[in-house]
Every structure is written in C-alpha cells, then in structure tokens.
C-alpha cells in the first residue's frame, strides 16, 4: 500500500497536524513553549510586604492561583516569602479587606496593598459559647467587641472595656478606689433581689463566678466588696462577646437569665517567633468636684444660722464661728483629701509563634497604681497567660491548653475620705501641726487623717486553666471536651490602732481591734461534647449535644479580734484579749446539665436554630432540682433572595426573632435546708449551736421568658451598616427570702414569690465607613438603647412587707420620697404633701411620691481615624438619668454647697430653693430638713455626654526591618457636659469616691 495515497479524510487530518505542527514550531509559540518550560521547572523566589496602605498587616493569606500547596501567611510586619513561578499570579486574602490577585510578572519583591471590605465582616465567625457562627448567620442577639476596642483603653478591669460600646449593656463605675469594682446590667433588672441579676461569665470555656470575695468589715473598695473580676487582665483579651436574647442564652439554661459574657484570651498564632514589649505610665485625678462655699460665705451661712435662732452669744464647741478657728484660714478640702495625683505604671512582654501544626504564646504583666488620697497606698497586679494549640498532620486532632494566674496586692487607707472633703468647715485647722504629727488642735475636732493610721491590706490569688480536645472521628462528626479549672485565694485585714482616736479621748491600745477575712473559692468543669455538620437537602445541617458536669466550692474566715497590749502587735490576732469568729463556712455547689443545638441553614435564606438545655442545680430541694429550658430562633437573610441578590444599593438585610426560656438560681447554697450555726456561747465547755434558716424545700427556679424581633440592613457594600432591635424579657416564680415576724425567731423565709417583672426596650447599633481612602480610613459607630423596667404583677402587694418598696407598674430601682412644695414664705421653713391629709407627716404613709433611677436611655459614639502611621480612636459616652443630690449637712441643715447662700429664704415674703439656716434650735426646721434629704427635691437631672476614652498612636518607621516602634497617648473620663452641681454624675454613691480622668503614655516594641 503506498503510504502517500491518501483518502479525503486523511488528507485533512494531515493538512490539520501540519498546520498544528507549523504553529508549534513558529517563533511566537516557540516563546510560549519556552515559557511553559519555564512556568514548570524553574523557581522563582519572590517576597513582598502587605499593608493597608500606611500599616503591615499581620496573618495574611498568600496562595498561588490554581495551585492547593504553597500557601504562607505573613509576618507580624506584613512580611512574606514563598518559592513560586515568576508568571504566577498569587491570590492575596484577609478577613475584612477585598481579595487581591497579583501578577508576579517575574518581579521578585513586591508590596501589596489591601483595601478594606466592609462585607467581609459578615463573615467573621463569632463566639457564640459552644459554637461559633457567622455574623450572616446569626439568630441570636449577640454584641461584641475585639482587642482592637480593648487596647485603647487605660484601664484594669473587664467591665471598664465595654462601656459605652455595646448596645443594651449598661456599665457603671462604683468607686473610683483602685481595685474597686464596676456594675453590669445586661437589658435591665430581671430579678427583684439585685444580687441576683449578674451574668454568667465565661473565660476560655471554664465559669467564672463573679461574686463578692470580700467582707464588710474588711473591705474599703466603698461601697461594695472586692470583686473577683480585677483578676482579669483586659490586655490578655481577644474579644468579649455578650449574649443578650433567649436563642443566644438558652444553651446556657438557668445560668444565662440576665446574659452571659464570652471572654477569649489571646492565643499563639503561626509565623517566627514574635516578642512584644509595651510600657506606660500616667495619673489619675477626680473627674468633679462639687461647688463648696469658702470662708467667707460658710461664716456669713453660719453667724446667719444663729441669727435665725435668736443667738447672739456663740457658744463654746462652736469652734468655726466663735474665733478658736482662724476666722481668715481658707482649705480646699476637696483638693486636700481627694484631690492628689494617682500614679500609674504598666508594663507588659509577650512572646508568640509557632509553625503550622504548633502555636504559643506567652506573656507577663504588671500594674501598680497609687491613690489621691494621701498617704503613700499602692495597689499592685501581675500575672502572666500561657497559651500552646496544636493539631495533627491530618488536621484530625486538636488541643488548646490556656493557663493564666494573677496576683493581686491592694494597700489603701481604712476610710474613704470623700465625705469629710465636703462636709468640713473651710477654716478647719491644719492638718499637722507644727512638729508634723497629726494635728488635734486640742481636742476641737477629729482630724481627718485619723484613719490614715489604720491600715487596709487584701492580697488575691487567681488561677484559671482551661483545656479543650477534640477528635475528628469521621468526616464532618466531632469529638470534642472542655476541661477547667479555677482557684481564688482572697485575704483581708483591716486594723483600727488606738491612734485613729484624739489624744483627748485618752484610749490605748486595749481599744485596738483587728478585722480578718479568708475566702477561698475553686471549681472544676467537665464539659463533653459532640458535633455533627452535614450538607443535604440544599442546607447546611449543624448538630450539637454535650453535658456539663460542675463543682464549686467556697471556704470563708471571717475574724475580729480586740484589745492589744501594744499597737505593734495589732496584726497578731493571737495578741488580742478578745476574739470572735464572725462567719465559718463551707459551701459545696453542684450542677450538671444537658443540652443540644439543632440548625439549619437552607441556601443561605432561611435559618432556624433550636437550642435546649436540661439544668440540675444543687440548690433547690428534692423535687425542684431539675428544670428544661429552650428557645427557637429564626432569620431570613432576604438580601439573597434572586430579586435583590445583585442590588447595587443593598449589600445585606436580614430579619431575625427569637422567643425561649431561661432560668435563674443565684440564691446562694443551702438556701431549703434548715441550717445551724455557732453560738459562740461556752456554756460546760460546750459551743452551742443555733438554727440560722428553716427548711423549705418547695421553692424552685425563676424564669425568664424572652422574646426578640430584629432587623440588619447593610448598604453600598455595608459602609452603612443598621442593626435594630426590639426585645421584652418576663422574670417570674421570683426567688426571694419572704419577711417573718421576729417572733418566729427568723429573718424571712425563702421562697417563691409569684411578682412578674417586665423589661423592654429598643436598641439601635449604625457603623459606617465614611472614608476608605489608600492613606486616609474613618469610620464610625453609634449605639443607643432604650430601655424600661416594670414590676408588672406582685400579688397581695399592699399587704405585703413589700408594700413601701415597689409599686405595680414602675421600675424596681424606685424611691418613694416626700413631695416637696417649696419653702412657705412666711416662715421660712420647707413644705411637703400630706398624702393620707391626716395632717401629720410621716414616713412611710407621706412618702409617696415615686423617682426611677433606671436610665431613660444610653449609648456611645465611636470613631476611628488613621493617616498614614497615625491612628486617632474616641469615644463619647451618653446616659439620660436622674441621681439624688449628694446633700452635705453640718449643724442641722446648713449643706456647704455655694449656691445655697443666695437661694436660701431669709426674711418673710421670700421665695426660695432652700430654707431658712438654723443651727438646730428650731425643731421645725430641723424635721423638714430630715424630711428634705428624702423628698423629691433631692432629685437631680444627671443626664450626662463624657469623652470615655481616647487614644492616639503613632508608628514610627525604624531602620530596623524586623522592628516596629509605636508610641501611645491615652485618656480616660478625659471630659464631662453635664447639668449635675453635685460631682460626678455618672457616680451614684453618695459620699464615696468618683470615677478618676486618667492620662496616660505609652510605647510599644515589636521585634
């Protein structure tokens, strides 16, 4: 056969190879041969740096296009490397910025910058406690804030971080005492026993119990007890997350009626090791000082109060006004006894990194802090956080091991000097007299810094370990169990030497006393789990079911002791002549629950989440100790519906409700028994015992019935981004101790009591990117929250014990206060409402008139800027609310407060604010006076707007290229607009130290 014979298909098929052959061979695609030859065998090294534009951005995803290997992430300077082909294109991405593809070109060092993506942060996955899910995604009702908020922030406890920041989450400072403690109220007062309406803490999966570790007699953090929560050190925080509506806390049953607080430390993340080394210091002062009289005008008040009262001869104690005190001599006591300067220092290293399959981190800080009272105070708190994940090859088996322990030192005066700095005469004497020595100038008064030679130590101890292990079995089911473990170790002493007494008094040091306390307080928590995730029926279907296994166990001390042969031995209690045990306890507290979690996710539209929690609680009796509590939550993300999936307008909008159940039994232990205690009593060598609380065995959980509506709207690609959010939560069966007769022999009696009390409110959260610009970003947040409180049912009130505290229909932070009328012109003195028109006035029958203290609203305003390597962050802080005047008395009703010398009545016919001065002769005036402290008139509008807190930082460029240098000026309270006269308006304690401004500098190393 002649192989050049070719048939009509052949010839084509052949006429086609030639062509192809041709073109193979040509010089264009012999270039593009060489190139592919290139593209497979030769490597090509190529490194880069990515930014923002003005800063590197750590953690950053750098793949290869079309390639599953080969992917590195960079550096804490934004720094990467990799081995690639120069005509790759690599595929750059990171959670809230815009992904990148850059063609490498053959370039062997290239910068690339990110622009932010306001979208993706819908993405970014949330703690939701035992699980975790996208913002998208959510049903639940859930406000969070990042170590990015936290760290622009000078303070030291947790609960400082989230003020003003989070909607429907109000914080309040209770002293500005270093060490001292912060109130927190997640969507209002569910429980009438306000004890009980803290949330649930959670750190790194392990319980964190939040109550008091301190006692009365021991603790001067006024006016509350030390609280556990300063163990936490806000700058070891990833993020805290709060769980607010019933879908969100469910899971969590009985231990999440008034919210739960999701807190995650820091963890070690892949990359070289990095060491990180930040230091500051600053002061601190007293935001406000109320308006006081000075010299001249007390006198002028006082010789006007003697006047009044027909005296023209002053008598011989009246040691202001008669000439023992200098008549010229002028003292700021504000200035004098809380007006110093407090003193801040901290200093923190952390070290961090670890390949793909290992990460750690470790860090250590210290704080030390002196007060503005003076004398030389100090409270001191170090700690240090170790952290270590790792995962196996196959990315099967994982385990996360946190430890973190905090030592706490608080050294502060016996005595809060508040009320002295406003209610002492201006021309009081000095303070020390010529030699140094405390003044008594002869016994005329008890000088101020008596209490500064008592002495107020407290030393914590706290440890919090946390571990978590799980398992792949098969694809998509996990196996997963939580471990935990926490100790506090708390000691008080409180001493009262001899000396706080004038020498006139002629006491010794038999009159010494000493105060101790010792509380000690550990828990373990085991907490197994399983998770199954599937994909059918065009969802996502997610299953979770685990238990909670938990022990805690508190041991308290208290002691006092009195009568010292010397003050020298005061600290030695074995040296007293008289001792007493005040409380020796021990509490066992057990719990156990299941729970689960079903949901599922149809095409990205329809979610629906049921969760649903089976609690055990040692604290109810036979009968009552097991309770169900769940929730359903849903939401319809109408933003991926076909008709407005390409929008150009709306990026995202979500509808999402919520309605379930949960529980409250934070009413301490033991609480059906029939309990006995101590007597104290030696009667034949034998201490009897005593019953402390009757049995009752039949109460059971409050329960908290919450229900949600919400809507989430972004717009253009969500730069504008609208939460809003409705909510009513009912608190029922309510757990408090029922009032007995003293003739039973007991206090009260706990129980069920069958009050209903209502919140409702309304909470707005508005974020907008105002300029995303390479050099120049601004963005913005807003959040505000309505909120109102009710008692909606209390059965039998009128008869009740109850029946002068609360009223059906208002808030549960009530007063009932006198009306008052005004000052009667003619005789000077204040007038008030007789409600029952007996033509008596007295309490409680007169006392009717009812004053909410419940905030009308509150919110914050934040803004974050950066210009190249400058950062500016500030936010405003707003509260709507009423407080009671901060009412000063010396010698009857004579407040030293300056406005009241010209709007004080003085002749008849007067029409004035405040009555006529008296030095106390005139009963009437007296009684009104008393009935005025506990009148209406005392309530104020303190309403306020604060710069909470600012902060402004700098990047310096370094010539080192594995270094960066920042340096930080930070503020705290810095200013305050506010119609209050009487201090600080967001402080509700009268006579005890407000908030401080804080000022503070820092710098920052990274290498």
Not at 744 to 769: P, Y
Request: aromatic share 12%; glycine share 8%.
């Amino acid at each position: 056969m002649n192989i050049f014979s070719f048939s009509k298909g052949g010839r084509v098929f052949y006429c086609l190879f030639f062509l192809g052959f041709l073109i193979t061979f040509s010089p264009i695609s012999a270039k593009n041969h060489f190139r592919q030859n290139l593209y497979f065998s030769q490597q090509h090294k190529i490194q880069g740096t990515v930014t923002d534009g003005s800063n590197p951005l750590p953690g950053v995803t750098i793949a290869i296009k079309n390639k599953k290997k080969g992917a590195v992430i960079s550096d804490y300077n934004g720094q990467f490397s990799l081995i690639t082909s120069p005509y790759d294109t690599l595929v750059v991405s990171y959670i809230g910025f815009k992904t990148a593809l850059v063609p490498i070109q053959g370039r062997s060092v290239v910068n690339i910058i990110l622009s932010y993506d306001s979208t993706t942060l819908q993405e970014v996955r949330v703690n939701a406690g035992y699980y975790s899910v996208k913002e998208s995604e959510r049903t639940g009702s859930i406000a969070r804030i990042t170590s990015k908020d936290i760290e622009t922030q000078p303070v030291t406890n947790v609960l400082a971080t989230m003020q003003g920041r989070m909607a429907g989450v109000n914080v309040t400072q209770t002293t500005g005492t270093a060490g001292g403690g912060f109130e927190i109220q997640i969507r209002g007062q569910n429980s009438i026993r306000p004890e009980a309406n803290a949330p649930l803490y959670i750190i790194d999966g392990v319980p964190y119990a939040s109550d008091a570790i301190g006692y009365s007699q021991t603790s001067t953090i006024f006016p509350t007890t030390t609280s556990p929560l300063n163990s936490i050190n806000p700058d070891a925080i990833e993020s805290i997350e709060i769980l607010k509506d019933a879908d969100a806390t469910a899971i969590y049953g009985s231990r999440g009626a008034n919210g739960v607080v999701l807190i995650t430390t820091k963890k070690g993340k892949e990359g070289k090791t990095k060491f990180t080394f930040n230091a500051s210091t600053g002061a601190g002062s007293v935001t406000r000082f109320m308006k006081l009289m000075n010299t001249e005008q007390y006198l002028t008040m006082r010789r006007e109060a003697y006047r009044n009262d027909k005296i023209t001869t002053y008598p011989a104690n009246a040691y202001d006004v008669n000439g023992i005190w200098d008549q010229n001599r002028y003292t700021d006591w504000q200035k004098e006894l809380i007006g110093g300067t407090s003193s801040i220092s901290d200093y923190q290293a952390s070290m961090s990194g670890g390949s793909k399959y290992t990460q750690f981190l470790f860090s250590g800080n210290y704080h030390s802090e002196s007060t503005v009272f003076p004398g030389d105070f100090l409270y001191k708190k170090g700690g240090s956080q170790f952290s270590v994940n790792h995962q196996s090859a196959d990315n099967r088996f994982r385990v996360v091991l946190s430890v973190g322990y905090t030592a706490q030192n608080n050294d502060q005066p016996a005595s809060d000097l508040t009320t002295e700095a406003r209610a002492l005469a201006p021309n009081a004497p000095a303070l020390y007299d010529k030699e140094g020595n405390l003044n008594w100038e002869n016994g005329t008064w008890d000088n101020p810094l008596r209490n500064m030679t008592a002495q107020y130590l407290s030393k914590t101890k706290d440890i919090l370990a946390n571990t978590v292990i799980s398992y792949e079995v098969i694809p998509d089911l996990l196996l997963k169990s939580n471990l935990g473990y926490s100790d506090t170790q708390h000691t008080e002493s409180r001493t009262r030497p001899s000396t706080v007494y004038s020498p006139a008094y002629g006491y010794t040091s038999a009159n010494s006393s000493l105060y101790l306390s010792n509380t000690q307080r550990n828990s373990w928590i085991i907490e197994p789990q399983l998770n199954w995730k599937k994909d059918f029926a065009k969802g996502r279907f997610d299953l979770i079911v685990g238990g909670t296994f938990q022990q805690q166990t508190t041991t308290r001390l208290f002691q006092s002791g009195s009568g010292f042969t010397s003050n020298s031995l005061i600290h030695d209690l074995s040296s007293a002549t008289t001792k007493q045990v005040l409380v020796s306890d021990e509490t066992i507290y057990k719990y156990q629950a299941f729970f689960g979690r079903i949901n599922y996710n149809w095409q990205d539209r329809y979610i629906m989440n049921l969760t649903g929690r089976r609690d055990g609680s040692s604290r109810f009796g036979p009968g009552n100790q097991f309770a169900t509590f769940g929730a359903m939550g849903v939401a319809w993300l109408f933003s991926n519906e076909s008709f407005l999936k390409n929008s150009s307008w709306l990026s995202f909008g979500k509808i999402r409700g919520s309605y379930g159940t949960t529980g409250n039994d934070q009413i301490g232990d033991y609480q059906f028994l029939d309990t006995y205690s101590s007597s104290g009593v030696n009667y034949q060598n034998i201490i009897g015992l005593q019953p402390s609380r009757l049995y009752n065995a039949d109460f059971g959980w409050e329960i908290n019935k919450k229900l949600e509506a919400a809507l989430e709207l972004g717009f253009f690609s969500d730069r504008i981004f609208l939460t809003g959010a409705w909510y009513q939560n009912r608190s029922s069966n309510q757990l408090v101790g029922i009032p007995l007769a003293g003739t039973t022999g007991f206090t009260q009696l706990q129980a069920n009591l069958e009050a209903t009390v209502e919140n409702t409110g309304i909470e707005f959260t508005l974020r907008t990117v105002n300029f995303s610009a390479k050099s120049f970003k601004w963005t913005s947040s807003i959040n505000l929250s309505f909120s109102k409180n009710k008692l909606v049912s209390f059965p039998n009130l009128k008869s009740s014990t109850y029946k002068n505290t609360y009223r059906i229909g208002e808030p549960l932070n009530i007063q009932l206060l006198y009306h008052n009328t005004g000052v009667d012109p003619q005789t000077g003195i204040y007038q008030f409402t007789d409600e029952n028109k007996d033509g008596l006035l007295s309490s409680p029958d007169d006392k009717q008139t009812v004053v909410s203290f419940t905030p009308d609203y509150f919110g914050g305003f934040q803004n974050q800027l950066s210009y190249k390597n400058w950062k500016l962050d500030f936010l405003f802080q707003f509260v709507k609310q009423r407080n009671a005047s901060n009412l000063v008395g010396m010698a009857g009703n004579m407040a030293n407060r300056a406005e009241r010398l010209v709007n004080n009545w003085k002749e008849s016919g007067d029409i004035k604010s405040y009555q006529l001065y008296t030095t106390g002769l005139n009963t009437a005036a007296v009684s009104a006076q008393s009935r005025y402290t506990s009148s209406d008139a005392t309530v104020m509008d303190a309403s306020y707007i604060r710069l909470k807190t600012l902060s402004l930082s700098y990047n310096l460029p370094l010539l080192l290229k594995d270094m960066q240098c920042s340096i930080t000026l930070q503020g705290q309270n810095l200013l305050t607009f506010t119609s209050y006269d009487d201090g600080d308006p967001e402080f509700k304690s009268s006579g005890y130290l407000p908030p401080l401004k804080i000022i503070n500098a820092g710098i920052q190393l990274t290498f």
